[in-house]
């Protein structure tokens, strides 16, 4: 999205480019370089480094050059090469006071190698194999001349027709907290100030993933108990892991914009959490505080902002505009921006950009040569990751795995497409150097099996959706529909068909789809795609359908007509050499939901930890004046936590080495797991706790602790979860984080349907 307005950039910087290592290092120790820094800055130069620039048409090259001699730009992002980045840094450092400046990018799921998308990384339930994913893109970034990524993204996702579902760990506040904290540990590495480690910034703060009907931006408005006890505690696990930041959320929270709410970041960020750290504005956030209706003009707009605790202002001149008059004016006090620019300077310390200013970026004679070299990937990582990601949704007569021989059909959009592959925000990540389905099932099989393909359908034929989709992302070329008719698409599919032996269709969204601002009012897979299926189905063969998708869908019709399904995301470089892993069994699927997968969109929300009502459903008596709905079937079609594999585990009943918990205890919780089928394979265990009765009412069940095991045929294992005081606390009507006494419920299954359970009384 960046990369066009990069061209040239270096060479048109270097011509004015003067500065040629005259740049000394701090001697003093961080807090009183600061000091003395910021006694020596102008507001001018203050102001400078509150702004934060993307590279983009915005500005020309000649600008950025000029500006960033002058001391009035801080830090930029979406600048990605380090012969880019070094030419700025020596414009940077030709300013008066030579204050080194830091690149920023959107690493979301990995730099130039891409995993899964974040969606898909929860799925795995593998904290490892994600903090994998968070170092792999760090050094990636950071070779790349990047000091700070935005991410990880934390936003709790409960409504799938938010597009940006596809960019956080899903529903549950549990798997997500750990999700990002591993994460937050990869970027940063042991040091977040070494060469190959780049800062995370948490994102967005507070509450965006709960937008109202999932549309993107849109207000949210929420109890504080939900807040305290659901949507907080992920940004609160990444800082608490070490986040060097904060992005704020582009929305409102109960009436007041998360940019200028004092409560959210100077009572809850600042102060309760006592975060020391960057904030920075969401895209041109703090003037779109006038839109907002909270602001009058783009004066009032930073004037709010910065009192909120706003550091940076991210791409728009709202500070550089208004700051100056506001002071002498004596509407914002000079303190608060002192404080802001603390943090970006001490930001820089902590990156190690004042010691060595050229850290990330390196000597000229080490650039790549090709910055897209194949050996600057990581394709056996992302292979690793991303087939532990995939979930087995259905698997009737053991249609899978499939047998390397015979003649294979593979139909469908998402077949043989490369930029899908990629999913949203695929930072430098090139669609030509992904592995398609075709070409991971083509690899897979060699000559021991035939391999035909077509197209199928196209993923829509919505001719204002295929415009939207094009739209949104820059190059304008994301959805090209075949000219072809429907029907002539699934001629030519039923012709491939009817030779093979079994169907393997790729269907789905496009990556577009699932991507910020691409909210939708409808989970189906787009009807096209839709009447191929059912076209494939009635030839009878095998069919295995390949989801390809950044938010739950609903398939309960889908779910009907295939023999099989398999869950894939968007699965990134090596996305079809995984897939191909696990349909042909060389690797027995793990991967397990981190978000519920609804019947239909009108069942939304629907998260499997909903507090306790009066009158829950009770299946089977209809007209009882239950909570559910007389049109449908009230359960999900997939709970969260489900998954298949191709062996068979069995759990047995929980053994606790108490029924009595006193506080300040532990109790220990375990159950024999044992692998009853005839392949190795991994499993994740699920432990969930329900306060039976309580001052509020409480979630049916909370996921408090999972372990990924790994078990051969037979195979037995006792897997143990220690209970503490600490597990059963939740934020009560007074917000005091309490637990109480009672009767509480362990739930340890694999999925959290599929539970056993024994109870305990905290005492
Ligand atoms: C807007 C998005 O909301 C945010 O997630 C992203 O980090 C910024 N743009 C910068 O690209």
Redo the contacts with the bound molecule.
């Keep these: 999205m960046n990369k066009l307005y990069l061209l040239g950039l270096a060479a048109s910087l270097a011509l004015n480019t003067s500065f040629a290592g005259t740049y000394t290092p701090p001697a003093q120790g961080k807090d009183a370089f600061i000091d003395s820094l910021m006694s020596r800055m102008t507001l001018s130069e203050k102001i400078g480094q509150l702004r934060l620039i993307?590279i983009g048409p915005e500005m020309t090259l000649a600008q950025i050059q000029n500006e960033l001699a002058a001391g009035h730009i801080g830090a930029t992002?979406?600048s990605v090469v380090p012969w880019d980045n070094r030419a700025m840094q020596d414009a940077a450092l030709r300013s008066r006071l030579q204050i080194p400046m830091f690149f920023a990018y959107?690493v979301i799921h990995g730099q130039r190698t891409m995993f899964p998308i974040s969606l898909g990384l929860a799925a795995s339930w593998d904290v490892a194999a994600v903090a994998r994913v968070g170092r792999v893109a760090g050094s990636e970034a950071s070779a790349d001349s990047l000091d700070m990524t935005?991410?990880p993204?934390v936003d709790i996702a409960r409504d799938p027709r938010w597009g940006?579902t596809s960019?956080g760990f899903g529903e549950d506040t549990y798997l997500v907290s750990r999700m990002g904290e591993a994460m937050v540990h990869g970027f940063q590495g042991e040091d977040v100030s070494h060469a190959d480690s780049i800062m995370s910034i948490v994102?967005?703060f507070a509450l965006y993933g709960a937008v109202e009907g999932g549309r993107d931006y849109n207000v949210v408005d929420m109890s504080p108990q939900r807040m305290y006890n659901d949507y907080l505690p992920p940004y609160h696990a990444a800082l608490k892991a070490g986040a060097g930041g904060v992005?704020v959320a582009?929305n409102s929270i109960n009436g007041v914009p998360a940019t200028s709410n004092t409560w959210l970041m100077q009572d809850l960020l600042r102060k309760t959490w006592g975060f020391k750290g960057l904030t920075v504005s969401?895209?041109g956030a703090i003037l779109e505080l006038i839109k907002h209706g909270v602001a009058v003009d783009a004066n009032d707009a930073a004037r709010q902002a910065i009192k909120a605790g706003i550091d940076q202002s991210?791409n728009d001149q709202a500070y550089g505009v208004a700051l100056p008059a506001l002071i002498k004016a004596g509407k914002v006090p000079q303190g608060e921006v002192d404080s802001a620019v603390r943090e970006v300077l001490s930001t820089k310390w902590d990156l190690g950009l004042f010691a060595d200013p050229y850290r990330r970026i390196g000597k000229p004679e080490n650039d790549p040569a090709d910055i897209n070299a194949e050996n600057r990937l990581h394709r056996e990582a992302a292979r690793d990751v991303a087939r532990r990601t995939l979930v087995l949704l259905k698997n009737a007569n053991h249609v899978l795995p499939l047998k390397k021989q015979g003649t294979l059909a593979v139909i469908g959009p998402l077949g043989d497409s490369h930029t899908d592959m990629l999913g949203s925000?695929s930072a430098a990540g090139l669609p030509r150097q992904t592995v398609t389905l075709l070409d991971g099932i083509r690899t897979a099989v060699g000559d021991q099996a035939k391999v035909l393909y077509a197209r199928g359908a196209n993923i829509t034929d919505d001719r204002n959706s295929i415009v939207f989709l094009n739209n949104i992302i820059l190059d304008h070329t994301e959805v090209q529909p075949d000219p072809r008719t429907a029907q002539e698409m699934i001629d030519e599919a039923l012709k491939v068909a009817a030779s093979a032996d079994v169907i393997i269709a790729a269907v789905g969204e496009s990556r577009g789809m699932s991507h910020?601002s691409a909210s939708r009012t409808s989970l189906a897979i787009p009807n096209t795609q839709r009447q191929l299926i059912t076209a494939l189905r009635a030839t009878g063969k095998p069919l295995v359908l390949v989801l390809m998708n950044g938010r739950p869908l609903s398939l309960e019709r889908e779910n009907q007509q295939a023999d099989a399904l398999l869950e894939t995301w968007f699965a990134g470089t090596e996305g079809g050499n995984a897939i191909a892993d696990v349909l042909f069994g060389d690797y027995n699927p793990s991967g397990k939901l981190p978000i519920t997968f609804p019947r239909s969109v009108g069942q939304i929300p629907m998260y499997y930890n909903h507090p306790t009502i009066g009158r829950p459903v009770e299946p089977g008596k209809p007209g009882n004046y239950r909570s559910q709905y007389f049109d449908a079937d009230t359960s999900p079609l997939y709970p969260f936590g489900y998954g298949l594999s191709y062996t068979q585990f069995s759990v047995s009943g929980v053994a606790l080495s108490s029924t009595t918990l006193k506080g300040g205890g532990t109790l220990d919780a375990s159950v024999m797991v044992s692998n009853t089928g005839t392949l190795a394979g991994e499993t994740t265990v699920q432990l969930y706790l329900h306060d039976k009765t309580a001052s509020m009412a409480r979630p049916i069940k909370e996921l408090k602790g999972f372990q990924k095991i790994l078990l051969q045929p037979g195979e037995q294992r006792q897997v143990h979860f220690t209970v503490d005081e600490n597990m059963l606390k939740f934020y009560n009507q007074q917000l005091q984080h309490v637990a109480e006494p009672g009767e509480f419920d362990v739930q340890i299954g694999l999925d959290s349907q599929d539970v056993q359970q024994a109870s305990f009384n905290l005492l």
Excluded: A, V
């Design positions: 993307s992002f979406n959107d935005y991410g993204m940006r960019e994102k967005h992005m582009l969401d895209h991210m925000w910020e």
